[in-house]
């Protein structure tokens, strides 16, 4: 079975995690922890990096410190994982789902501004609904795939609306628009390390950001808000969403071969792209000028999505759908949708991801894209 994106332990994953059984340093405490959050900062160019259990949880921490409840609203993109919606719910604020871009597949910019612009009003330097009074303080744009919108125009579209802008970046790590880092442009940005993402420890997340004291809140809350480092006084409703040492220990490896998966990864979508441009009516999705994404999971569009699903899964090389869009899901059909003729769907029933794990060969991307090539024959 050729796996879809598969974890590559091919470094010193073995070697650090012993280290970590051998000398007893498995859980809370260990030095892996400090190490994997340092170079977390360091690559992605924040100040702070704070080790999580997962992506959705590091989500959902920083909607609690970003001041998130229950008559908030709000904005992310009507295609994105589940998490991302997840997390919002958890805070019980209300989501607003904006429809898709037919180019980058990220959330529709113009759409977007064009709802605040008309559907929006500032009360004392605060955006709110209008037909529902509600604040929105937040916009949580996702990076689909790795891939980025224009951040110029999403910023500015922010800060015009006084929206404060907290990144999903968990599919984005070694992402960048103009050079910056993804998940270095919101008030904090979020990391996953899923065993399908381009680094993995198996299960986690991570939470980066310039601020110093969102950071050590993040900490602090992560940790179950304890107060006093002997006595057990906690002085918050805290979680228990901390990284284990051994987990981290693994991320520090995965770290350590970053750049070389971002290298296989461009080269994958390189291949993929010579080879299935042109054929059919296959498209693949637009990257802007000013982006180099991380090419995480190579996604092409067609009319034969379904088709190509069956040929690639039946001869035993993964290929999967897009999410179903959040507005189709029973939980969020009654959230408002802002769209242009529901593109969202559109784009859903067309795309697909093809094999991509960095220690994929070759041959075995040669052997994917005729496979591929006999659907259209
Ligand atoms: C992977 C992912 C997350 C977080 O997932 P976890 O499995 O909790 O680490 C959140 N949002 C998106 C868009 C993702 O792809």
């Known amino acids: 079975m050729l796996l879809l994106s598969g974890p590559n332990m091919g470094g010193n994953e073995l070697k650090y995690v012993t280290e970590c059984i051998e000398t007893g340093w498995v859980s809370s405490v260990g030095s892996f922890v400090d190490q ?46 589940i998490a991302t919606l997840n997390a919002i719910k958890y805070t019980n604020a209300t989501p607003i789902l904006i429809d898709t871009d037919a180019g980058n597949w990220q959330m529709d910019l113009t759409i ?10 500032q009360r004392n330097g605060v955006c709110y609904h209008k037909a529902t009074g509600k604040r929105i303080p937040i916009i949580m744009p996702v990076h689909v795939l790795g891939n980025m919108c224009d951040m110029d125009k999403l910023m500015q579209i922010a800060q015009q609306h006084n929206l404060t802008i ?30 399908n993402k381009i680094i993995t420890t198996g299960g986690g997340g991570m939470i980066v950001t310039d601020d110093e004291a969102l950071a050590k809140k993040a900490k602090h809350l992560t940790t179950q808000a304890k107060s006093d480092p002997f006595e057990y006084m906690h002085d918050a409703i805290g979680y228990n969403y901390r990284l284990v040492n051994v987990a981290a220990a693994m991320g520090v490896a995965q770290m350590e071969q970053l750049p070389g998966f971002l290298q296989r990864k ?112």
């Open 266 to 377: 461009q080269a994958i979508t390189d291949f993929y792209k010579k080879a299935l441009t042109g054929v059919g009516d296959i498209v693949f999705q637009e990257v802007l000028p000013n982006v180099q994404p991380n090419n995480w999971l190579p996604t092409i569009f067609t009319s034969k999505q379904r088709e190509v699903l069956k040929a690639l899964n039946d001869s035993k090389m993964q290929s999967r759908p897009f999410w179903v869009p959040m507005n189709q899901l029973p939980m969020f059909k009654n959230d408002l949708y802002v769209n242009n003729n529901d593109r969202s769907d559109y784009i859903y029933q067309h795309c697909l991801s093809i094999p991509c794990s960095t220690y994929i060969t070759d041959a075995d991307l040669e052997a994917v894209a005729n496979k591929i090539k006999e659907v259209f024959a």
């Open 112 to 121: 977007l501004a064009d709802f605040l612009q008309n559907e929006t009003e």
């Open 166 to 195: 907290i990144e999903d970046s968990t599919e984005a790590l070694g992402s960048y628009y103009k050079g910056k880092h993804a998940g270095s442009f919101g008030l904090m940005g979020t990391f996953s390390y899923n065993g």
């Open 36 to 81: 994997f959050e340092k170079m977390s900062a360091e690559f992605a160019g924040t100040k702070y990096a704070v080790a999580t259990s997962s992506g959705t949880t590091a989500l959902h921490i920083c909607l609690i410190l970003a001041g998130v409840g229950e008559n908030d609203m709000v904005i992310a993109p009507n295609i994105t994982f």
